[in-house]
Protein backbone atom coordinates (compact mmCIF):
# COMPACT_ATOMS: atom_id res chain seq x y z
CA UNK A 1 0.00 0.00 0.00
CA UNK A 2 1.46 3.32 -0.77
CA UNK A 3 -0.38 5.10 1.81
CA UNK A 4 -2.60 7.15 -0.17
CA UNK A 5 -5.17 5.73 -2.44
CA UNK A 6 -7.97 3.72 -0.83
CA UNK A 7 -7.69 2.42 2.62
CA UNK A 8 -7.82 -0.86 2.97
CA UNK A 9 -10.62 -2.24 5.59
CA UNK A 10 -8.90 -4.14 9.17
CA UNK A 11 -5.56 -3.30 10.05
CA UNK A 12 -4.00 -0.22 11.78
CA UNK A 13 -1.79 2.52 9.74
CA UNK A 14 0.67 5.02 11.31
CA UNK A 15 0.18 8.50 10.79
CA UNK A 16 1.64 11.95 11.65
CA UNK A 17 -0.69 14.26 12.89
CA UNK A 18 -0.16 17.93 11.54
CA UNK A 19 -2.27 21.27 12.20
CA UNK A 20 -2.49 24.19 9.42
CA UNK A 21 -4.94 27.17 10.81
CA UNK A 22 -6.65 25.46 13.45
CA UNK A 23 -7.51 22.17 11.60
CA UNK A 24 -5.92 18.74 12.27
CA UNK A 25 -4.94 16.52 9.28
CA UNK A 26 -2.62 13.29 9.34
CA UNK A 27 -0.95 11.39 6.28
CA UNK A 28 0.74 7.83 6.46
CA UNK A 29 4.25 7.95 8.33
CA UNK A 30 5.82 5.90 5.47
CA UNK A 31 5.09 8.85 2.82
CA UNK A 32 7.30 11.38 4.89
CA UNK A 33 10.81 11.40 4.23
CA UNK A 34 11.77 14.09 6.54
CA UNK A 35 10.64 16.61 9.09
CA UNK A 36 12.48 19.87 8.81
CA UNK A 37 12.12 23.47 10.16
CA UNK A 38 10.91 26.35 8.10
CA UNK A 39 13.62 27.84 6.32
CA UNK A 40 12.91 30.99 3.64
CA UNK A 41 13.10 29.03 0.19
CA UNK A 42 13.65 30.64 -3.02
CA UNK A 43 11.32 32.27 -4.53
CA UNK A 44 9.61 30.69 -7.82
CA UNK A 45 8.43 32.77 -10.38
CA UNK A 46 5.01 32.11 -11.95
CA UNK A 47 3.98 29.58 -9.75
CA UNK A 48 0.63 29.05 -8.34
CA UNK A 49 -0.10 31.19 -4.99
CA UNK A 50 -0.13 28.46 -2.70
CA UNK A 51 3.95 27.62 -3.95
CA UNK A 52 6.09 29.11 -1.52
CA UNK A 53 9.12 28.46 -3.41
CA UNK A 54 12.26 26.03 -3.55
CA UNK A 55 14.70 24.67 -0.88
CA UNK A 56 17.80 22.12 -1.31
CA UNK A 57 18.05 19.67 0.61
CA UNK A 58 21.73 17.92 0.63
CA UNK A 59 21.96 18.47 -3.12
CA UNK A 60 18.16 18.02 -4.41
CA UNK A 61 15.50 21.33 -5.21
CA UNK A 62 12.51 20.36 -3.12
CA UNK A 63 9.11 22.38 -4.28
CA UNK A 64 8.02 24.16 -0.78
CA UNK A 65 3.80 24.17 -0.68
CA UNK A 66 1.90 26.18 1.76
CA UNK A 67 -0.47 23.62 2.60
CA UNK A 68 -2.50 26.41 3.91
CA UNK A 69 -3.14 28.23 0.74
CA UNK A 70 -3.39 24.89 -1.08
CA UNK A 71 -6.58 23.96 1.00
CA UNK A 72 -8.05 27.52 0.98
CA UNK A 73 -7.39 28.34 5.14
CA UNK A 74 -4.73 30.73 6.41
CA UNK A 75 -1.80 29.55 8.85
CA UNK A 76 -1.39 30.66 12.30
CA UNK A 77 0.37 34.39 12.51
CA UNK A 78 3.85 34.73 13.63
CA UNK A 79 4.06 30.92 14.70
CA UNK A 80 7.49 29.24 15.26
CA UNK A 81 6.56 25.97 15.18
CA UNK A 82 6.10 26.23 11.27
CA UNK A 83 8.14 23.10 9.59
CA UNK A 84 7.67 21.68 6.24
CA UNK A 85 7.24 17.99 6.21
CA UNK A 86 8.89 16.32 3.06
CA UNK A 87 6.84 14.02 1.50
CA UNK A 88 7.20 11.33 -1.36
CA UNK A 89 5.18 9.98 -3.67
CA UNK A 90 5.17 5.95 -3.35
CA UNK A 91 5.58 5.18 -7.60
CA UNK A 92 6.85 8.08 -9.16
CA UNK A 93 9.32 9.02 -6.05
CA UNK A 94 8.70 12.89 -6.89
CA UNK A 95 9.18 14.87 -3.62
CA UNK A 96 7.35 18.04 -2.38
CA UNK A 97 8.05 19.98 0.75
CA UNK A 98 4.17 20.60 2.75
CA UNK A 99 4.08 24.17 5.24
CA UNK A 100 2.44 23.49 8.28
CA UNK A 101 1.94 25.12 11.38
CA UNK A 102 2.90 22.54 13.79
CA UNK A 103 3.47 18.69 14.10
CA UNK A 104 1.44 17.38 16.90
CA UNK A 105 3.13 13.79 16.72
CA UNK A 106 2.49 10.33 16.23
CA UNK A 107 -0.47 8.07 16.15
CA UNK A 108 -2.08 4.39 14.89
CA UNK A 109 -5.07 4.57 13.25
CA UNK A 110 -8.11 1.32 13.31
CA UNK A 111 -8.38 1.58 9.01
CA UNK A 112 -12.15 0.47 10.41
CA UNK A 113 -12.76 3.33 12.40
CA UNK A 114 -12.41 5.90 9.42
CA UNK A 115 -14.93 7.49 8.22
CA UNK A 116 -15.25 8.21 4.23
CA UNK A 117 -16.17 11.51 2.94
CA UNK A 118 -18.09 12.20 -0.10
CA UNK A 119 -15.84 14.36 -3.09
CA UNK A 120 -19.02 15.60 -4.40
CA UNK A 121 -18.48 18.08 -1.37
CA UNK A 122 -15.02 19.31 -2.69
CA UNK A 123 -13.11 17.34 -0.50
CA UNK A 124 -11.40 15.76 -2.95
CA UNK A 125 -7.78 16.01 -1.10
CA UNK A 126 -9.45 14.07 1.72
CA UNK A 127 -9.71 10.35 1.71
CA UNK A 128 -11.39 10.16 5.06
CA UNK A 129 -12.11 11.18 8.79
CA UNK A 130 -11.29 9.65 12.07
CA UNK A 131 -11.68 10.58 15.80
CA UNK A 132 -9.12 10.74 18.18
CA UNK A 133 -9.50 12.43 21.53
CA UNK A 134 -12.90 13.46 20.42
CA UNK A 135 -11.34 15.40 17.82
CA UNK A 136 -11.96 15.45 14.34
CA UNK A 137 -8.73 14.42 11.88
CA UNK A 138 -8.57 14.56 8.38
CA UNK A 139 -6.62 12.15 6.08
CA UNK A 140 -5.25 13.94 3.27
CA UNK A 141 -5.29 12.06 0.49
CA UNK A 142 -1.77 12.59 -1.20
CA UNK A 143 -1.90 10.98 -4.50
CA UNK A 144 -4.64 13.83 -5.44
CA UNK A 145 -2.51 16.41 -3.62
CA UNK A 146 0.80 15.44 -5.23
CA UNK A 147 -1.00 15.08 -8.54
CA UNK A 148 -2.37 18.77 -8.48
CA UNK A 149 0.53 20.12 -7.32
CA UNK A 150 3.18 18.44 -9.87
CA UNK A 151 0.30 19.45 -12.13
CA UNK A 152 -1.12 16.36 -13.08
CA UNK A 153 -4.79 17.14 -13.26
CA UNK A 154 -5.64 14.02 -15.52
CA UNK A 155 -4.43 11.76 -12.54
CA UNK A 156 -5.98 13.78 -9.35
CA UNK A 157 -9.35 13.40 -11.36
CA UNK A 158 -9.04 9.86 -12.02
CA UNK A 159 -7.91 8.92 -8.95
CA UNK A 160 -10.42 11.22 -6.78
Known amino acids: MNGDTAIP ?4 EQMIIFTVGDQRYCIPILS ?7 EDPTYLPHCPAYVEGAINIRGNIVTVVNLANYLGTKLE ?6 VVIIIEDGVS ?13 ITEIV ?3 IQP ?4 GGAAELSGLVSIDERVIRILRLDTVL ?7 AISAAVG
Open 147 to 153: ARLLGDD
Open 9 to 12: AGGR
Open 117 to 120: ISVD
Open 93 to 105: RATCGLLVDSVIG
Open 32 to 38: IKEIREF
Open 111 to 113: LDE
Open 77 to 82: ADNERR
